[in-house]
């Protein structure tokens, strides 16, 4: 992808950002209770959320009321207040993610009118996105089984250390890029070795020489670093509240696990550590467990 084109993806997802709809849902009357002036200003941006993306729900209650909880399907949502009776939440659609209807429900409470729920029905639809067809050594993609069990260790490592729900929400806007640089592969290509289907592309590449610093994009602790088999020298931050990003084939990391990294430290230096066909950053997003793509982070989030 050129930077035209990241320009003219960055101009509508701010478009898409200033279209972005503010409803205003009166809540489920309750026969016992007078609601009418019980309401609370829901915007979503972008207002549909497709696969494999994120979204951002803002909430502004009204000033006697307050908000218990937020849930979305089964989970409970982390809140980030951002000062004047606002808050927002993030959700995030899986690639694979079942189109469909999902709800976002609210809890609220007020000494007037007292505590109900409130239910906003999130639109999640289909992405299609591009493929790639690749031929390769059968070696690079079958793998024996000392190889295979290190590669499944890896990823169970990885899932592990994206999977803590942390209360604290250590981010603030806006997140910036670990390296700027060209895109050379989107999130969600659909790569095919030899014909047969891999998984799809869990993040980004982002273009950067061996030794390129890499910025962490917003504060966070370090949840995992560790040597993979495919992704090489691979560092993992969590942002708090459900959201990590991921780094891999780093050259050197100069971060230690459990450490906590400020928006723009060095966290290490671009590589072609593990499977890679050259230096460059591979940069993954994952929200409540599902990988999402880092642009749309940077979209609704970014400078
Ligand atoms: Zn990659």
Redesign the pocket.
């Known amino acids: 992808m050129t930077m035209n084109k990241i320009n003219i993806r960055h101009c509508i997802m701010v478009s898409v950002l200033l279209l972005s709809i503010t409803i205003i849902p009166w809540l489920h009357a309750d026969a016992a209770q007078s609601t009418e002036n019980q309401r609370i200003e829901i915007s979503m941006t972008p207002p549909v959320l497709y696969q494999g993306e994120i979204c951002r729900i803002d909430l502004k209650p009204e000033q006697d009321s307050e908000i218990f909880w937020v849930k979305y399907g089964s989970r409970h949502l982390i809140l980030k207040p951002l000062g004047s009776h606002r808050y927002m939440a993030l959700v995030g659609a899986g690639i694979k993610e079942k189109p469909g209807r999902k709800k976002l429900e609210i809890k609220l409470s007020s000494n007037d009118h007292g505590s109900r729920v409130i239910t906003k029905l999130i639109t999640i639809k289909t992405k299609t996105y591009p493929e790639e067809h690749l031929k390769v050594a059968k070696k690079m993609v079958e793998f024996p089984p000392d190889i295979l069990k290190r590669v499944l260790d890896d990823q169970k490592a990885v899932r592990n250390a994206c999977s803590r729900i942390t209360k604290d929400i250590y981010w603030n806007r806006p997140f910036i890029w670990p390296v700027k640089s060209k895109i050379l592969?989107p999130f969600g290509l659909r790569r095919f070795f030899n014909g047969k289907p891999r998984s799809p592309?869990?993040?980004?590449?982002l273009r950067a020489r061996k030794g390129t610093p890499l910025k962490a994009p917003n504060n966070g602790r370090i949840s995992l670093v560790r040597d993979c088999y495919l992704s090489g020298n691979t560092v993992v931050i969590n942002h708090g509240g459900g959201l990590y990003t991921l780094y891999?084939h780093l050259s050197k990391v100069m971060v230690k696990q459990g450490q906590m990294v400020n928006k723009g430290d060095i966290i290490g230096l671009a590589g072609a550590t593990g499977r890679a066909t050259g230096p460059h950053l591979?940069w993954g997003v994952s929200l409540f467990g599902t990988r999402v793509d880092p642009a749309g982070l940077m979209a609704i989030l970014g400078p």
Do not use: F, K, V
């Open positions: 592969s592309h869990s993040g980004m590449d891999a591979h």
